[in-house]
């Protein structure tokens, strides 16, 4: 069949599709694909979504959505239903999975993938191409009357390593490396060593996929696996600029034993002169012998949350169990092993004051994160959360004039209104940014003025998205401030730079 599937990541983090990627690698020995990517086309993406559709003729058209782009996602659909009244409509991801009833209902929405999609959506494709009703794990269909089928769930694959490695080539990864931001900066490629997690923070969408889909939902892939992926990423994209592995797991390291094979392995093969890493996951995953390791290895990155400094916000309502002294022990021993850290907060819970903004702002004064990212908390549909305040995200009903995501304000706080914590935000933000800058003018100089320059002019094309991208701040930033630091780090660890 030919497969036409959909990202509509317009406006949001310039993020390659990981799910996707890991989809496509399983139905493209056997269907026609075809990827469409928005993430680049802000300026006139409903038009070239129509070009690219007219010109494909798929028999099948998925979409891959968050909370966030899912309300394009709906809008998209309309425009194929219009154009190609009867082709079939799949959504998929993770807001499908945790509000499968809201999407199916949908006039012009014909299927719902629920859960991990490898094996399920291979199987609706080859039963579709048989004219079979496609009676999958997984799926929820409209038969021929409109009715809905809903289908078993399929359970959370258990062995990781049977899946083929996520396959980059549909996208421009060259242009995704030159903007990426997150982790190891310009150069990084996104990898995962695990899926899922083991906790049950309230404002996270975890708890609430674990009730949807059955089966253990923390499972990570052998050390050997995750080795032999990046050996074949160096193979295909070594020569485009792929010079950083960026962990995405939510709870990387968490399994000793993978997170001893994995640091062996790497330094064995070299990978940590060449490929230094960062990653992301909890504050008391960390030891002195697990950032011993990861030191060796060639961790130059660790990103954790904090949420915020007032802990019975955190322990509490946020139901993340852990202590401010945990914390700071895990800052001091990634401090002690040259690994640069960057804190994830949040700030809009229902508890929020001035008091505990101002702890948040004093214990990133009393720290040297190499950076800080600080949106408002948002109600993910079915969380817990998200039943504390009251409201879920619901953006279906908006004009699409890039949406803010996480970084819109959807109510007040007991103590502050959304106008107020939107001052304060701005602020925060404000008074980051003056410091990013001052402390560049002192470690770099002229060399920041002109690196600047250079990405505001689009010296020789540097600049991969438009400056009025919401996410043009951070990669500046990366190409400025995490890059010297970056350099710095490189050089006492021996790792050639490159300009």
């Not at 699409?400 to 914590?421: E, I, M, N, P």
């Not at 925060?428 to 940014?433: D, E, K, P």
Request: glycine residues 8%; positive net charge.
């Amino acid at each position: 069949m030919r497969v036409m599937l959909v990202d509509p990541n317009v406006g949001y983090a310039p993020l390659p599709n990981l799910g996707l990627a890991y989809l496509i690698a399983s139905i493209e020995d056997n269907h026609s694909v075809s990827f469409l990517d928005l993430t680049f086309e802000w300026k006139n993406y409903m038009a070239y979504f129509e070009r690219r559709l007219r010109e494909s003729k798929p028999d099948i058209i998925g979409f891959s959505v968050s909370s966030f782009s899912f309300p394009l996602g709906l809008k998209l659909a309309r425009l194929t239903r219009k154009i190609f009244p009867h082709l079939h409509i799949v959504f998929g991801g993770v807001h499908p999975t945790i509000s499968p009833e809201e999407v199916i209902r949908y006039s012009f929405v014909d299927s719902v993938c629920i859960g991990e999609g490898e094996r399920s959506f291979l199987e609706f494709l080859n039963k579709l191409e048989t004219d079979k009703e496609p009676d999958v794990e997984g799926f929820w269909f409209k038969d021929t009357k409109g009715n809905i089928v809903r289908n078993k769930l399929r359970p959370f694959d258990p062995d990781l390593d049977a899946l083929p490695f996520p396959n980059w080539d549909y996208w421009d990864i060259e242009k995704y490396m030159g903007v990426n931001s997150v982790y190891t900066g310009v150069g990084g490629l996104m990898h995962i060593t695990s899926r899922g997690c083991r906790y049950n923070c309230n404002f996270c969408s975890v708890h609430r996929i674990r009730e949807c889909v059955p089966g253990t939902y923390y499972r990570v892939r052998s050390a050997a696996s995750i080795i032999e992926e990046i050996k074949i990423n160096i193979q295909k994209y070594w020569d485009i600029g792929f010079r950083g592995v960026d962990f995405f797991d939510g709870l990387f390291g968490a399994d000793w034993k993978q997170f001893e094979q994995l640091c062996y392995l790497y330094k064995k093969e070299g990978f940590h002169k060449i490929l230094p890493w960062a990653c992301m996951t909890r504050a008391d995953v960390v030891t002195e012998h697990w950032a011993r390791l990861a030191s060796q290895a060639g961790c130059m990155k660790f990103n954790f949350g904090v949420e915020t400094a007032d802990e019975k916000l955190r322990n509490i309502f946020y139901r993340k169990q852990l202590s401010n002294e945990r914390i700071e022990q895990t800052i001091k021993t990634l401090e002690r092993y040259d690994i640069h850290y960057l804190f994830l907060m949040m700030i809009g819970c229902p508890g929020e004051s001035k008091e505990t903004v101002k702890k948040s702002v004093d214990f990133i004064k009393r720290h040297s994160p190499i950076e800080v990212r600080m949106p408002f908390c948002q109600p993910y549909p079915g969380t817990d959360y998200s039943k504390a305040i009251g409201i879920a995200i619901d953006d279906t009903g908006r004009d699409f004039k890039f949406l803010k995501g996480d970084d819109l304000c959807r109510t007040g706080t007991a103590y502050l209104s959304v106008k107020k914590l939107n001052q304060i935000i701005w602020l925060f933000r404000i008074g980051w940014v003056f410091k990013w800058i001052i402390a560049d003018i002192r470690k770099a100089g002229f060399r920041f003025i002109l690196d600047l320059m250079k990405y505001l002019f689009n010296v020789g094309g540097i600049r991969k998205i438009p400056l009025r991208h919401p996410y043009t701040y951070k990669v500046i930033k990366a190409r400025t401030h995490l890059k010297y630091y970056f350099d710095e780090w490189k050089k006492r660890h021996g790792i050639k730079i490159e300009r």
